[in-house]
């Protein structure tokens, strides 16, 4: 789902969210294009991981919302047809959720799943909330895009993913109610 203009909260403000889940117990997602101030590799090394020589420098960590921050999720592309592993959540079918460090240690060798994003925290809704913010108009609902989440530029991904669904920013103007 992707933020409408107008949301004023600043952990949201242009976000592009992929949930993960939601059910009657509310909801919870990751912000696919908030950069935290360190790199994949730089948090493996500060995790003691060994680290392969072909190991991306460049790739920012996300931040994936502002729940639990100090705690990472692994976010990455598998072949439908592969087993899922125990502490795994799938999010669609090519799209799993991992919490383990022993993927993340295993990407860091070098054998892990070549397709990756580490999130710190998350973004959760309780009960009815996000409904309720839908019904307001604070989000524009989109579907999830897997080239837009290990291929586009973090900077284009809410123009992207609102042109996806066939909306123009400049459309939605950029009204805000007074308070």
Do not use: K
Not at 43 to 65: H, K, R, W, Y
Not at 150 to 171: C, H, I, K, N, Y
């Amino acid at each position: 789902m992707v933020a409408a203009p107008a949301l004023q909260d600043p952990n949201f403000e242009h976000a592009v969210v992929l949930m993960c889940l939601h059910n009657e117990d509310g909801a919870m997602g990751l912000v696919i294009n908030r950069a935290a101030p360190l790199t994949t590799l730089e948090l493996m090394l500060q995790m003691g991981f060994e680290c392969a020589d072909d190991a991306d420098p460049a790739q920012s960590v996300l931040i994936g919302g502002p729940v639990a921050i100090e705690s990472g999720v692994l976010l990455y592309r598998a072949d439908p047809a592969a087993s899922l592993r125990e502490d795994e959540l799938p999010v669609t079918d090519e799209l799993r959720l991992c919490p383990s460090q022993e993927l993340l240690r295993a990407i860091a060798a070098g054998v892990g799943p070549p397709q990756f994003q580490l999130f710190l925290g998350h973004a959760g809704w309780g009960p009815g909330q996000l409904e309720q913010e839908l019904a307001q108009g604070s989000w524009i609902p989109a579907r999830a895009d897997v080239a837009l989440i290990f291929e586009t530029p973090l900077e284009e991904r809410w123009d992207q993913a609102l042109a996806a669904v066939g909306v123009s920013p400049a459309m939605l103007g950029t009204f805000r109610p007074q308070n």
